[in-house]
């Protein structure tokens, strides 16, 4: 019998030690919609429920030993970037990336964590996004990242409301980006909204707003569902909306499926990640 296909991502991104986040997140996510995930891991963090401890770039030769083994072999369907530490590790995604050019890339555009911990140092956000981004299918930046991306300044920050968004689709254009995801968990509306920008459509996707406490590895996660749909419709927006009823899931059952802790620690500050298997 003929071995059934599996869509195959490669995700390259960082460790979270805490499994919310990163390429732990990637993995469940893929695997739970019925993908094949390989890894190619670009740094080691250290974090737990009280946030980020400690973050270690990978050896450059290691990331570019990791790729060539993984391109090398597999027919790779997708690709998914998350956590790109510093400009050595970033020279060398970009060099891999433009040696595939037909497998579609997306960009989880990861600068710094929610607990306030830079993942992304000063150098490398500029070649992310002079060299990086205009290599992505789809990049899905959350509103303060948007900000950053613009270099739009404090005092002008964009909240996320119609008119804002609808005027940015230029500004992303002179960055070269093909199609952005602009996530609205941040934004002040009272409902979710994300827009998906393109060159063919400004579509606006509404959900009901989760008022949750675990979030941890909520860009991580929809990003690789992202790639994973993608992979399976070829359709943005397809793949778009099915990664959200995803993520909807994985956020709205996340409380059932945690970890136990071990101190009785101020449970209301402690973050904690998705319910990826929606196991209750
Ligand atoms: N740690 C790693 C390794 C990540 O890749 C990411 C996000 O992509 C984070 C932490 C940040 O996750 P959060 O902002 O949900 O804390």
């Not at 369907?77 to 020279?91: T, Y």
């Not at 509404?206 to 860009?219: A, D, F």
Request: hydrophobic letters at 40%.
């Amino acid at each position: 019998m003929k071995n059934k296909i599996i869509p195959t991502i490669l995700t390259i991104a960082g460790s979270d030690s805490s499994a919310g986040a990163g390429i732990q997140a990637d993995l469940k996510t893929i695997h739970a919609l019925g993908g094949y995930a390989l890894t190619a891991i670009t740094a080691i963090t250290a974090q737990n429920r009280l946030g980020v401890h400690a973050v270690h770039a990978v050896d450059p030769t290691i990331l570019s030993d990791q790729l060539n083994a993984l391109l090398g072999d597999y027919q790779i369907d997708a690709i998914k970037i998350g956590m790109i530490p510093n400009s050595q590790l970033m020279h060398i995604v970009i060099a891999h990336l433009k040696q595939h050019p037909n497998i579609p890339v997306f960009i989880d555009t990861v600068m710094i964590s929610s607990s306030g911990q830079t993942l992304m140092d000063r150098k490398a956000l500029e070649i992310f996004i002079t060299e990086l981004l205009p290599l992505g299918t789809l990049i899905t930046p959350n509103i303060p990242e948007l900000n950053t991306l613009l270099e739009i300044s404090q005092k002008n920050s964009i909240l996320g409301t119609d008119t804002e968004i609808k005027a940015l689709y230029p500004r992303l254009k002179r960055l070269n980006i093909k199609a952005t995801l602009i996530k609205g968990g941040h934004s002040i509306d009272k409902l979710a909204i994300d827009y998906l920008l393109t060159d063919h459509a400004r579509i606006k996707i509404s959900s009901q707003r989760l008022n949750i406490q675990n979030t941890h590895g909520t860009g991580c996660t929809l990003s690789s569902a992202i790639a994973l749909e993608y992979a399976k419709t070829a359709c943005l927006l397809t793949a778009v909306s099915n990664a959200k009823a995803f993520l909807f899931q994985a956020l709205q059952h996340a409380h059932t499926h945690q970890p136990t802790g071990k101190k009785a620690q101020n449970i209301t500050l402690l973050k904690g990640g998705l319910n990826h298997l929606n196991r209750r």
